[in-house]
């Protein structure tokens, strides 16, 4: 029996890069040994099994063969025949196919430390192109680690856009995309995790809303320096996420429901949805805010639930803003709307049922007669921002 670190630890170590999980593959076991020296099997398709004090995984050496479309589509071979190179030869990307023994010693069948060294995401063998998930694990990589230098090789770019060729995308479900987009949007440049998939044809097809509004490359350019820019300002994935749709900000009033509706497909959760749609929705309507109807404005407070989620208000304003300026928007103009919409607000929050003289009224009346107050408030702000 023989242990080796292997994967992303080996690789990140190796880059000096902060990383949280060690993973390790055993040779020569199997699942009764690891049982009998209290590991606990955790796997259902392949045997893995957690260390009895790390709780740290450990998975038995295997081999794969592609029986069926998408990402879940292979029998898996495990028998302590199979070799540290049979296993590493599965593997994605060459930096990812590298393994370490107890004394340190590297194991690199594949020239993954050369391209370590020349900062090159390059897959490991044809066998790639038989899992479509690969080209968006490329480039979630992409984007992790392109500030460090990395660029994906032109014949691994070859594989992904043959891949999405092939229409296996559509065998994978909406669920383990979702999970990928969203671990993305948590890495240092998502813009750079659109781009590729961009460049493979792969958004295209997960996304085909966004088709005829990406129908140039000065377009995409727009979308990803929009995403960067937004990026650059905030670490939450919910707002970077939401940037994808600025391209269509265009469709807000005769397709008020359409980022909703994108969302749902593609099992975005509920506080991704949400951003996205408040962002496409009323982005085009605030920076015409200060002269819009008062009536029309406080609706809009309303769906943003601005006197209440003053978080989510404040993150919509801090990203319309960073837009704004990005798109060449006059920045004195920009943050003179910010700061009218914000003093709407404290100015909303002021109106207390208790301190309106209600003692005649009933019914909707009341309802109306808190409206007028608002509405007032609203006229009084636009009133001091178009003298």
Request: one cysteine or more; charged letters at 25%.
């Amino acid at each position: 029996m023989k242990i080796y670190e292997v994967g992303g630890a080996v690789r990140d170590s190796l880059l000096s890069f902060e990383y949280h999980e060690t993973d390790w593959v055993v040779v020569e076991s199997s699942p009764q040994q690891m049982i009998e020296l209290g590991f606990t099997p955790v796997g259902k398709n392949f045997p893995v099994f957690l260390h009895p004090t790390t709780k740290e995984e450990y998975a038995l050496a295997r081999t794969e063969k592609k029986v069926s479309t998408g990402h879940q589509g292979f029998q898996f071979f495990t028998d302590p025949s199979v070799t540290l190179e049979d296993d590493l030869g599965r593997r994605d990307l060459t930096i990812n196919a590298i393994a370490r023994d107890s004394k340190g010693t590297l194991i690199d069948p594949h020239n993954g430390l050369k391209d370590i060294e020349n900062r090159i995401l390059r897959h490991v063998s044809e066998a790639f192109v038989e899992d479509p998930l690969r080209v968006f694990r490329v480039s979630r990589f992409y984007a992790r680690y392109q500030h460090l230098g990395f660029k994906i090789a032109s014949e691994t770019k070859a594989a992904m856009i043959k891949i999405v060729h092939s229409g296996e995308i559509s065998a994978l479900s909406n669920e383990r995309i979702w999970s990928e987009i969203e671990s993305a949007m948590r890495e240092k440049s998502p813009h750079l995790f659109v781009s590729s998939l961009l460049n493979s044809g792969a958004f295209q097809t997960i996304f085909p809303e966004l088709n005829d509004a990406l129908n140039n490359n000065d377009k995409k350019k727009g979308l990803l320096g929009i995403m960067k820019s937004v990026s650059d300002n905030t670490n939450d994935p919910s707002i970077r996420f939401a940037t994808i749709f600025w391209i269509l900000s265009a469709q807000s009033d005769s397709r008020p429901n359409l980022v909703e509706e994108i969302c749902k497909r593609v099992k975005a959760p509920k506080k991704f949805t949400q951003f996205a749609s408040l962002m496409f929705r009323f982005m085009d309507i605030s920076w015409t805010s200060v002269t819009a109807k008062p009536k029309k404005l406080l609706l809009v407070f309303k769906e943003i639930n601005a006197l209440k989620q003053t978080a989510i208000f404040s993150n919509l304003l801090n990203c319309f803003e960073v837009i704004w300026l990005h798109e060449g928007k006059c920045p004195d103009k920009t943050r003179r709307i910010t700061t009218f919409l914000k003093e709407c607000v404290v100015e909303l929050k002021k109106i207390n049922i208790n301190h309106i003289d209600i003692s005649s009224l009933t019914g909707d009346k009341i309802g109306k007669k808190l409206q007028h107050a608002q509405l007032d408030a609203i006229k009084a702000v636009q009133l001091r921002y178009t003298k």
